[in-house]
């Protein structure tokens, strides 16, 4: 570790290495609501909506994970497949599943998923190897939520 890198370390301060699972959940739920290349008010809602359920951003500690996400995201300038390479850092399985469960939401709750979405989608389950049955489950539970 380099010296301030182990400083920050002892202050507990945060390196730019280093990413919280809140951040890599705000970030997964951002680049699938931006796949399509626009982000409207009513994605950034229906985000901020699931986020409120979620027991990591409880007591409203959504925005810092949310600009944390957002400085990752601008790192990649925009390019959502080489941004969701990030979420392999997600700290264990179950909150990989979780990210994907929340992407697939967020794909859905838009009303119609293009092929931008599907690629994406295809792409952050390879990245946090989310196993083809589970991914169908998620996938046929939540088209179900949304069908009319």
Same mark, same amino acid.
């Given at each position: 570790?380099?010296?301030? @890198?182990?400083?920050? @370390? ?22 699938? @609501?931006?796949?399509? #290349?626009?982000?409207?008010? #009513?994605? &950034? ?14 007591? #409203? ?10 400085? /990752? ?10 941004? &969701? ?15 994907? /469960? ?8 838009? #009303? ?17 190897? /989310?196993?083809? /049955?589970? @991914?169908?489950? &998620? ?10």
């Amino acid at each position: 570790m380099g010296i301030l @890198a182990d400083t920050a @370390a002892q202050s507990g301060l945060e390196t730019s290495k280093q990413m919280t699972d809140d951040t890599l959940l705000a970030l997964a739920m951002g680049c699938m @609501a931006f796949a399509d #290349g626009a982000m409207d008010q #009513g994605e &950034v809602a229906s985000i901020e909506a699931f986020a409120s359920t979620l027991p990591e951003f409880a007591n #409203g500690c959504f925005a810092k994970p949310w600009n944390e996400s957002g400085k /990752i995201f601008n790192k990649y300038e925009g390019n959502m497949k080489e941004a &969701v390479q990030e979420l392999k850092h997600l700290s264990s399985p179950q909150l990989k599943k979780k990210a994907f /469960i929340l992407a697939v939401d967020i794909a859905l709750a838009s #009303g119609d998923v293009d092929k931008a979405e599907d690629e994406l989608l295809d792409t952050m389950k390879m990245v946090m190897e /989310i196993d083809d /049955i589970f @991914a169908k489950q &998620v996938t046929t539970v939540l088209a179900a939520k949304y069908c009319q």
